[in-house]
């Protein structure tokens, strides 16, 4: 069946260190997306892509930065961690022939002490 | 650009009484509307969603939403809850021709015996 996964389920990095979460799609699906969710804010989306070497920025993009070099993966890097993104963090994927549905990942809980 | 608000944060209810989660959103264009659903230290599911055609669109587990234009609303309501429809739920729009979505700040569904 196809999935999307993500990895590390959960990380600790310590303020000021470079983290990258993976998310990988089976769906062979164009669009991917990642989110943050936080209490009291619901999901909120950080970076975006259409395809391969698409990237678009999200409501909430300073501090992170994504890369598509496949289909599959779309990685999501926090350039220098900080305590304000202590989050869990989801990955998504879609194709507008099937309405915009997107298609969540399990989650990463990251906590930056 | 385009917002949904969930008006309710928290909703307890007992075991087999009807539930409604209220849902609004704002948009200058032709939306689609969804309902996820969240349950505890997992991803995101659809519960359900409108693209166009019959404003009344249900879920194989007993929910519907109708779709509102005039009030702008996506209310999603079962007439009778279970224990284990106890999660978050998310309400999210999208824009036709636009693969993001926006979500509302989630309902918590409490239900107890």
């Known amino acids: 069946d196809a999935e999307i996964t993500q990895s590390p389920r959960h990380k600790i990095t310590e303020t000021g260190r470079q983290v990258t979460l993976a998310c990988h799609q089976t769906w062979n699906h164009n669009n991917m997306f990642w989110y943050r969710q936080d209490l009291g804010h619901g999901l909120r989306l950080i970076h975006y892509?259409?395809?391969?070497?698409?990237?678009n920025k999200g409501e909430v993009s300073d501090g992170y930065s994504v890369s598509r070099s496949n289909t599959e993966d779309l990685p999501l890097t926090l350039e220098s961690a900080a305590s304000s993104q202590t989050s869990v963090y989801f990955c998504?994927?879609?194709?507008?022939?099937?309405?915009?549905?997107?298609?969540f990942g399990p989650g990463t809980r990251l906590t930056v002490t | 650009a385009q917002s949904v608000t969930q008006l309710d944060s928290q909703v307890p209810v007992f075991e087999e009484a009807p539930v409604e989660l209220r849902c609004n959103y704002s948009?200058?264009?032709?939306?689609?509307l969804f309902w996820y659903v969240q349950y505890p230290n997992q991803g995101l599911q659809l519960l359900l969603k409108?693209?166009?055609?019959?404003?009344l669109v249900k879920s194989i587990n007993g929910f519907e939403a109708e779709f509102n234009k005039s009030q702008t609303s996506f209310h999603l309501r079962k007439p009778s809850v279970h224990i284990s429809d106890t999660a978050e739920y998310f309400c999210?729009?999208?824009?036709?021709?636009?693969?993001?979505?926006?979500f509302g700040k989630g309902t918590m569904l409490l239900v107890s015996p």
């Open positions: 999210a729009v999208s824009s036709s021709g636009y693969s993001t979505l926006t």
């Open positions: 948009s200058s264009v032709s939306v689609y």
């Open positions: 892509s259409y395809g391969v070497h698409d990237t």
């Open positions: 409108y693209l166009s055609g019959s404003t």
């Open positions: 998504a994927s879609s194709e507008p022939e099937t309405g915009n549905e997107q298609y």
